[in-house]
């Protein structure tokens, strides 16, 4: 059970301090959106670059960005741990897989909560990650969105029954009360933007949420 806390409910005049604050989390998730693939903006390869130099671990990138295909290799080259892009945005989600695996990062396959998960189970080998969004991507502070769980139950049991390593994320509306119905649907890496980050007490945050998600796990 892996806890990610999203910087996107940080302070970005100080993401450092923000960064060094989550020392007990498993990765730091990183949202890059450019203002097309959603209507919002964050930052890019430059800001990702320090993230990589100060964090006290891994980065977990999700690209919210158009033409994953060009950009997404980039973010590997910069050493991010793990580089998950929209298979909206793709044009060959399986060479970007390989390509980023190439230079080194796990491969992250997201979807968006309307778009089915059944085309790209027969590639689940290519991936380290399947993100299913349990929000519309864009914001922090949405509501989680029960109605994506049988999509979470398809990707775990086609990783079962292959025998695949394939972590699987959920984003969006993740909270004390929501991390349990994941977990139950068989999520293991669970990011959290408002829940650690709206609390004066991020580290309790953290320790709270990942209790809360192993007394769900299978
Ligand atoms: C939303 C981002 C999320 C966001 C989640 O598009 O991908 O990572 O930070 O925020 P919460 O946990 O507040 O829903
Ligand atoms: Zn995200």
């Known amino acids: 059970m892996r806890i990610n806390p999203s ?12 960064v060094e604050r989550i020392g007990s989390a498993d990765l730091v998730h990183v949202d890059v959106m450019e203002n097309h693939f959603v209507p919002n903006l964050t930052f890019g390869p430059q800001m990702v670059g320090r993230l990589q130099a100060i964090s006290p671990v891994p980065l977990d990138v999700h690209l919210m960005i158009s033409e994953a295909d060009r950009w997404a290799p980039g973010y590997a080259e910069l050493g991010a741990f793990s580089v998950t892009f929209h298979a909206e945005a793709a044009d060959d989600v399986v060479a970007t897989a390989r390509a980023l695996r190439e230079r080194g990062s796990r491969a992250g396959l997201a979807v968006k909560p309307g778009t089915p998960i059944e085309p790209y189970l027969e590639l689940l080998g290519e991936f380290d990650q399947v993100l299913v969004m349990t929000v519309e991507p864009g914001f922090g502070g949405q509501s989680f969105m029960e109605s994506t769980m049988p999509k979470l139950r398809a990707v775990r049991s086609a990783v079962a029954a292959r025998g695949l390593d394939v972590w699987l994320q959920v984003d969006g509306g993740i909270a004390l009360d929501t991390i349990g119905i994941a977990a139950e649907a068989g999520a293991d890496t669970f990011v959290a933007g408002s829940a650690v980050y709206g609390r004066d007490d991020v580290e309790a945050a953290i320790s709270e949420l990942r209790a809360a998600a192993v007394a769900h796990s299978h």
């Open 7 to 18: 910087i996107l409910s940080a302070d970005f005049v100080n993401l450092q301090r923000d």
